[in-house]
Structure formats: structure tokens, C-alpha cells
């Protein structure tokens, strides 16, 4: 929320600078993100009145004007803004001016006139960005004065990111009350006091949803003058809050909303039909809003009705049928409190989020709506005239929210912020907090004013307690606690170890939402159905994930898109299945990669990453655990992987993950720029370690072969490893593949693997002759099962 400091030392000035008072709203909880000012800098900027308004002899474009700037003899100056004419005040840049920017005015010739100054438009001036002509000025300014004091530019915008339970700080009022706290200042409140009525006409309210809104409250106000114009002073404050100017009537909703914190609206009185009914929608209705766009409502949505259908989304946005235009004379404004649980989430269910929404959600004053009515009436008559009539309030009493009385412990204080306030301390706190306190034996009753809606339990009091205190007067103590230190197990691997291996091989660790986009979900993991999150924070963030690749895929695009060709990102994470016994979650880690398989460089050539170097890749993860041998790879087909590039990976049998390329129609779908290669692992069976255990070593040689088997193309490797080992025997102490040949001297459609076997005994030295019997028995076992023959 962005405040006029200005505005905002009208309610209560303390005798600190800028600096200390945005120091001490953040140190209160009320955290303040930037402090700018109003207006660009800019000197010798003076209210001028255009005398008079010649065309220029030489350009069709520009007006030879005579200005009044207060010098005495008027100034000649050429300008090329659209809307001066004769009469009109605007703001004028003498000679010797500098505008924002440095920009310096002197005296000059446009096409051969003399121009002894400037008209300034106000983003000249760096007071918005409107460039459509002069910024006008009142009528009764005098001309000469100094645009700076005249406007009150010497002021800055202080923007405040509150936290949703400090709704009563979403105003002027509101943060002025705590500003007033703080330094013991003196509080200045607009007065709010009735303002009689001068009619007897009322416009008829009844409430059939007392659970969503417990209070309406309405006033007619008859023969308004269209032709008003909102002051000045006003439109600068909308201006600085970030509102600009719609017409007197919406700046006086907007500035009460601003000011007090309760949200308005007015309807044009003549486009209402019969009375105002609060109530829920009824299925097929819709609504033309005030944005321009026409929703259908949904059920359970809270409307404001008259007898011929909805006017307005409640606590949302009014519609655009019964809102007030340039014609309007006659008015019904309205002022209501809604229940900040009921009206929490509806407007982001049309996509909507707005000033009144924001403020409902997080809670209004339930007392405000009629002193909210007669602060708006005294705006309106005296910008535009009329005639009020009494103020109508309609109360559902049972449904009003009501302050608890909380019970507040010295005892509980002191624990909790670690110090001794005196009572009196403690209860001049509260009751410049606006609470009602009531001192008992062990402490007090406080009661909290209606306003503050996060005041709800003890540990709320504290807090505000140590708010005004100052966090950074608390004692620094440490705790007090015994630590126990957790056993960890050695048949676990910690997961920085395995980050580690993947950091090492060229991994950057990334973090994305647990919630991911439907399209990516879809594409990548369309076997599981994903849990749809029913307040979703965008449209594209509205499931949860089944999988770790949705959100890396789109981590790994929105590099790719960002000038970064390769990519190689890692992530461990939780994914959601939803099951008949509800969501399940387990732990995963996954990856992706795309781009060239290695960096740029001088010494070798470069090529594009494959599915071997993802899998070297997976393999030094696994092997990790010590137990490399218990992984194996196998092809299966996964609907979101290439089927020719894509393995199942079991670990002593049971499957715990997925390696390939992703599809080329699911690449091309997402709009991917590329191959790009993806594992996932379940992390529990990928962390398994094997404990470390004594094994004896043989003191007798041992003897290496290698064996050179030609097979059939199409038959994989690791199914041919397994046969060797199984048929070894006991004397095998180590395998592996050391070569793979395809050529001349091998058949069309066939391959040659070489292998490398050390074998060994533990009782005496092998001889020739048992060699060779074990390298008979393995080459006749893999011919046998794969039609395997000893490569000559």
C-alpha cells in the first residue's frame, strides 16, 4: 500500500525524520519497501494563466501564447500541447528552469518565434506519465506561485508490504494509529460525525445472506452536480496512492477507502430498480463488470441485487449497468462489512483481484460502514451539492463478528519475550492500542477493538507487546535445551552426498513450486492424474506435481529461452499421488539435460549430449551406494520418453526410476528448442547404501582373460554380463565390458563384446587348465541362451 507521508503526518506528526519513521514501521511489522518522492526534481516551475492563444505564422502545430507567470510584463511563449487555450492556468518553466533530467531552459526561437519559457505537461514534470497535454491547473491559482509549494511536492510515497493479518494497516488511518503508538504522538482523526438529512427518501435493503454480510448500510443523496470536478488536493492523493481520477463521485469512494480503510460504492440511483438485495447468485446469471468484462456467477457467489438482478460482485467490483457516469444527479452509496472467510478466494475464482477484495479478505471494521457513509457524505455535498436523506443500516447481530476477551499472563510475557514490563507499561501499551484492559490477579482481561481481527489468543498480545517494545530492544538469551545427537544410520547415503556427485558432473540443484502447470503435467506424466489445487496462485501453477520433470522441463525451457544452450539441472523433492486412501508423497530426485555434452573447449570435438552421457550420469549416482552391481538398465517404454531411447531402472529387480529422451512430440508441444534428456529416481532406494564389511583377501595370484563373444545385434550387453557372471563360478572376483565392436570380420546385424574377467581362489593358484574350464562353461552357457559364438 503506498502512503503520502504528507497524508499520513496530518493524523499524527512525530518529531522524526523520514528515515526513523520508515525504520520504526518495519521494525513493527509493517515493513516498508520503498520511500519515493511524489514528484521529479525540478526547480523554477511556477503557476502561469494563459492570457492569450495565437497560431504560430510558420507552423500548424504550434500556438504563440501570452502567459502570466507572475513576473509582471507576460511572457511569449510558443507551445504545442493540444488543450491550451485562452484562460487556462498550467504550470510554467521560467528561464533559467531545470526540469527532471537535467533539463535546462533557456531562451529560444521555434520556427523563428521567440519563446521565453515552457508550458509543462505532467510527465514533463515527472508527476505521471500523461503526455496528452498541460497538466491543468485550478482556476483560483494565483499565477507566479511555486508549483512545488502549491502542490505540496515536497513530500515522498512511502509503500508498505503488509502481512495478510494486519488488515487494519490497509489505510491511512491504520497506519497512523500504529505510527501514533510508537512515539506517543498525538492521534488527529478525520471526524466522521452525521450529517443531518434533508429528505425523508430511503432506498429499501434486505439482507438474505446475514452469514457473508452481517451489515449493509446505504444512503440516497439526490441532485448531485454532473459538471463537478474533483479538487486538486484530492486527485494528487489518489494520485500518490497509485489511483487516478474517475470523476467526484468514484475519487470519493476511492479516497475514503484510502483514508479509512472501508470499501465503497456508489450506484447511479436511477439505473437501480425496486431495492438492494444482498444474496447469492442463482446459476446462469451474469454480470457485466466494471472492467468491461461480463462474468457468469457462480452459485455460491455473494451478489448486491436490485429486484432485477445482480448490480455488483459483493466485496469484489460493481457492475457496470448501475455505475455512476458523467449524467448521473442521483446516488445511492453503500458501505458493508462481509465476512472475511466467506469472501476469501472468490475473486481470484474470476481471475479478479482488486482494492476492495484485498481489504474484505483480510478483514474490515465491522463498526466502520455507517461513520464510512457520513465521511463520504460530507465529500460528495461539498464537491457536488445534493440532498441526503437518512442513512439506512441493516445489522444481522447474530452473525457480527465479536471481540474475545483474552487473558493475558505476566508470567507468559516474561517467557515468551524474555524481559519484565512494568504493569503500567504494559497497560498504557494496550490501550493505545485501542484495547480494553481490565486488570485480574495473574494479569489482565484485554478486550481488542473491532478493528484488529488478528487478535485472537495470549501469544497475539505478546507480539504487539514486543512490536512497541522494539524487537531490537528484546534481551538476546540463549536457550536452554538438551540436545541429543540422532543416530544415522550407515545404510543410508546423506543427500548432500548425492547432490554432490551430480554438482560435481556439471549439475546446477534447482527448487521449483510443488505445484506445477497442467500442460507440462499432462505431457510429461499423463499415466497419473494430478490433485488440482482449488485456489491455484495462477492458471499455470494449478496442480500438483506427480512427477519431478514438469517443473524441471520448464525450469530447463526458461534457461533455454534466456540464451542458455546448455543446461543441466537437478532437483530432490516430493511428488503427490492421489490414491482411493488419499494423496500419497515420496521422495524423488531427477534430473535433465540438453545441449552439447561438453563445455566449449579446444580438445575435442563437439557434440550433442546422449542418452549414454545422461546415463554415465545416473550410474555414478547410483554407484555411490557401493552396490553398482545391483542396477541394471532396461528398455521399456514410457508414454512421455522417446520408445527407442528410453530404460526402466531396476535395483536388484524392483524398478525405481525412468531415464530417456523425451518424446519429440512432447518437445515440440512444449516448445522445448531441442532434445533434452530427464531421469527420476526413487530417492529412498537411490540413498540405500551397502554397510561397509571385512571380506579376506587371497594371497594366491590372479589370472586375467578376455573373453570376445559375438551376438546378435538387438541383444543388450548387460543381459550378456549377467549370463558371464552367473556362469563364472565362484573364482570370479571381477567383470566388465571393455569393448564393442561392430565391422569387418562381423556378420550384418551382429556384434562383438569384449569382456575383461579376473579370477582367483582363496586356497591355491588357478591353473590353465581351470581357467579354461570356466571360460568353456561361460562361452557355452552364452551360446545357449543368446546364440552367442567365440570371436577369432
Known amino acids: 500500500m503506498k502512503i503520502s507521508e504528507q497524508w499520513l503526518r496530518e493524523w499524527t506528526n512525530p518529531a522524526v525524520s523520514t528515515d526513523e519513521l520508515v525504520a520504526q514501521l518495519t521494525m513493527a511489522g509493517l515493513e516498508v519497501d520503498a520511500v519515493t518522492p511524489v514528484a521529479g526534481v525540478f526547480s523554477g516551475v511556477v503557476v ?72 509543462c505537461s505532467a510527465r514533463e514534470l515527472g508527476l505521471s506519465e500523461d503526455h496528452g497535454g498541460l497538466m491543468p491547473l485550478p482556476a483560483e491559482a494565483v499565477p507566479g506561485t511555486d508549483l512545488r509549494a502549491y502542490l505540496g511536492l515536497d513530500d515522498r510515497v512511502i509503500e508498505v508490504d503488509l502481512t495478510p493479518n494486519r488488515g487494519d494497516c490497509l489505510s491511512v488511518a491504520g497506519v497512523a494509529r500504529e505510527v501514533a503508538v510508537l512515539n506517543g504522538s498525538a492521534l488527529t482523526p478525520v471526524a466522521c460525525t452525521p450529517v443531518p438529512a434533508a429528505s425523508e427518501e430511503v432506498f429499501p435493503v434486505r439482507i438474505e445472506a446475514g452469514a457473508d454480510c452481517p451489515r449493509y448500510a446505504g444512503r440516497v443523496i439526490r441532485g448531485v452536480d454532473p459538471r463537478a470536478a474533483t479538487p486538486l488536493w484530492m486527485t494528487e492523493r489518489l494520485r500518490r496512492a497509485g489511483l487516478r481520477s474517475l470523476g467526484p463521485l468514484v475519487d470519493v469512494t476511492n479516497y475514503v477507502l484510502l483514508e479509512l480503510g472501508q470499501p465503497m460504492h456508489a450506484f447511479d440511483l436511477g439505473r437501480l430498480d425496486g431495492g438492494i438485495v444482498v444474496r447469492k447468485a442463482v446459476a446462469g446469471e451474469t454480470l457485466a463488470l466494471l472492467n468491461g468484462t461480463r462474468i457468469e456467477l457462480q452459485p455460491e457467489s455473494l451478489v448486491i441485487a436490485d429486484h432485477a438482478g445482480p448490480v455488483a460482485l459483493a466485496g469484489i467490483m460493481g457492475g457496470e449497468p448501475s455505475s455512476c457516469t458523467d449524467a448521473t444527479v442521483d446516488v445511492f452509496l453503500e458501505s458493508a462489512f462481509f465476512a472475511p472467510q466467506r469472501i476469501a478466494g472468490r475473486a481470484r475464482r474470476y481471475g479478479l483481484h482488486t482494492d476492495s477484495s484485498h481489504r474484505f479478505e483480510r478483514g474490515v471494521d465491522p463498526a466502520l460502514q455507517v461513520p464510512a457513509i457520513e465521511r463520504a457524505t460530507k465529500l460528495i455535498l461539498e464537491l457536488c451539492g445534493g440532498t441526503p436523506g437518512p442513512v439506512i443500516e441493516v445489522v444481522d447481530d447474530e452473525e457480527l463478528p465479536v471481540a474475545p476477551a483474552i487473558r493475558l499472563r505476566r508470567a507468559r510475557i516474561r517467557r515468551l519475550l524474555g524481559l519484565e514490563l512494568d504493569d503500567a507499561v504494559i497497560t498504557g501499551m494496550l490501550q493505545r492500542l485501542g484495547m480494553q484492559v481490565l486488570a485480574v490477579e495473574d494479569g489482565w482481561h484485554v478486550t481488542p477493538p473491532s478493528f484488529r481481527f488478528d487478535m485472537a489468543i495470549e501469544a497475539d498480545l505478546i507480539e504487539d507487546l514486543g512490536r512497541i517494545h522494539g524487537y531490537n530492544r528484546l534481551p538476546t538469551n540463549r536457550p536452554l535445551s538438551r540436545f541429543a545427537i540422532g543416530a544415522i544410520p550407515e545404510s543410508r547415503l546423506p543427500l548432500d552426498r548425492l547432490r554432490s556427485v551430480l554438482v560435481d558432473r556439471g549439475y546446477q540443484e534447482a527448487i521449483t513450486y510443488s505445484f506445477v502447470d497442467p500442460v507440462f503435467q499432462s505431457a510429461l506424466d ?54 482411493d486412501a488419499g494423496m500419497v508423497q515420496d521422495s524423488r530426485i531427477g534430473g535433465v539435460v540438453c545441449g552439447e555434452a561438453l563445455a566449449e573447449q579446444w580438445g575435442l570435438p563437439a557434440r550433442a549430449v546422449d542418452f549414454f552421457d545422461l546415463k554415465g550420469d545416473v550410474e555414478a549416482l547410483l554407484a555411490t551406494s557401493g552396490e553398482p552391481g545391483t542396477v541394471r538398465f532396461t528398455a521399456a517404454e514410457h508414454p512421455a520418453l522417446h520408445p527407442g531411447q528410453s530404460a526402466r531402472i531396476l535395483r536388484d529387480g524392483v524398478a525405481i526410476g525412468w531415464i530417456g529422451l523425451v518424446h519429440p512430440a512432447i518437445e515440440k508441444q512444449l516448445d522445448l528448442g531441442g532434445r533434452v534428456y530427464a531421469f527420476e529416481l526413487d530417492l529412498t532406494a537411490t540413498a540405500r547404501a551397502r554397510v561397509p564389511a571385512y571380506s579376506e583377501l587371497s594371497k594366491f595370484p590372479a589370472i586375467r582373460r578376455d573373453l570376445a563373444v559375438v551376438v546378435a545385434e538387438d541383444v543388450p550387453a548387460g543381459k550378456v554380463h549377467a549370463c558371464l557372471r552367473a556362469r563364472a563360478g565362484e573364482w570370479l572376483r571381477e567383470s566388465w565390458l571393455f569393448d564393442v565392436y561392430r565391422g569387418k570380420g562381423i556378420d550384418e546385424n551382429h556384434k562383438s563384446l569384449a569382456f575383461g574377467l579376473i579370477l582367483q581362489d582363496f586356497s591355491r593358484t588357478l591353473a590353465d587348465a581351470d581357467v579354461d574350464s570356466v571360460l568353456s562353461g561361460i562361452i557355452a552357457g552364452l551360446h545357449e541362451e543368446f546364440g552367442a559364438t567365440l570371436r577369432v
Open 526 to 579: 499423463p499415466q497419473h492424474v494430478p490433485v488440482a489445487l482449488a485456489n491455484p496462485i495462477s492458471a499455470d501453477l494449478a496442480v500438483m506435481r506427480t512427477s519431478l520433470w514438469p517443473g524441471l522441463v520448464k525450469a530447463l525451457e526458461y534457461n533455454r529461452k534466456r540464451q542458455q544452450p546448455r543446461v543441466r539441472l537437478f532437483e530432490t523433492g516430493l511428488r503427490f499421488l492421489a490414491t
Open 48 to 119: 502561469g494563466h494563459v492570457l492569450d492563444v495565437q497560431p504560430h505564422p510558420d507552423a500548424d502545430k504550434l500556438r504563440v501564447c501570452r502567459v502570466d507567470a507572475g513576473s509582471g510584463a507576460p511572457l511569449q511563449i510558443v507551445c504545442g500541447a493540444p488543450n491550451v487555450h485562452t484562460g487556462m492556468r498550467a504550470p510554467v518553466a521560467t528561464i533559467g528552469a531545470v526540469l527532471p533530467g537535467d533539463f535546462k531552459i533557456r531562451k529560444s526561437k521555434l520556427r523563428g518565434v521567440e519563446s521565453f519559457g515552457m508550458l
